[in-house]
């Protein structure tokens, strides 16, 4: 029997007026969200994954700029871990970093600069990306 396949997205993002906005292109879009407002409850999220404790997102969208720690941080500890590291992880920032040293070899499947789309846009994009899987 295939294993199911969980349609929900993890994203990380600490600007509540943001959350509000995607809270509702997500949902008009059908697709399941959880939001952590900052990286450590992102980083708990992914020890639960690894523990079994909870199910792993089809999809992590990760702010860099957060208050306790940069959004590379998360990234390196999805990537880092075989359990883990095949979901994929889109960086939605203002903060540009395609030419940053910040990241060394760790490569997020997409980079996403939010002042170049409107939430309903990447509510489409993610939908495209869940129906890959």
Same mark, same amino acid.
């Given at each position: 029997?295939?294993? &199911?396949? *969980? !349609?929900?997205?993890?994203?990380? #993002?600490?600007?509540?007026?943001?959350?509000?906005?995607? !809270?509702?292109? =997500?949902?008009?879009?059908?697709? *399941?969200?959880? =939001?952590?407002? *900052?990286?450590? &409850?992102?980083?708990?999220?992914?020890? @639960?994954? !690894?523990?079994? &404790?909870?199910?792993?997102?089809?999809? =992590?969208?990760?702010?860099?700029? %957060?208050?306790?720690?940069?959004?590379?941080?998360?990234?390196? #500890? $999805?990537?880092?871990?075989?359990?883990?590291?095949?979901?994929?992880?889109?960086?939605?920032? *203002?903060?540009? $970093?395609? @030419?940053?040293?910040?990241?060394?070899?760790? !490569?997020?499947?997409?980079?996403?600069?939010? +002042?170049? $789309? +409107?939430? +309903?846009?990447?509510? %489409? +994009?993610? #939908? &495209?990306?869940?129906?890959?899987?």
């Amino acid at each position: 029997m295939p294993k &199911k396949i *969980n !349609k929900k997205i993890f994203i990380v #993002e600490d600007d509540k007026g943001i959350i509000d906005v995607y !809270k509702v292109a =997500f949902k008009a879009a059908k697709i *399941n969200t959880d =939001f952590f407002e *900052n990286g450590q &409850k992102a980083i708990d999220s992914i020890k @639960d994954i !690894k523990s079994g &404790k909870i199910l792993k997102p089809a999809l =992590f969208l990760i702010d860099l700029i %957060l208050p306790d720690m940069n959004g590379v941080c998360i990234l390196r #500890e $999805i990537k880092g871990n075989k359990e883990t590291s095949n979901i994929p992880v889109f960086i939605l920032s *203002n903060y540009t $970093i395609q @030419d940053s040293k910040e990241l060394d070899d760790l !490569k997020p499947d997409k980079i996403i600069l939010k +002042t170049n $789309i +409107t939430p +309903t846009q990447l509510a %489409l +994009t993610v #939908e &495209k990306q869940l129906n890959k899987s």
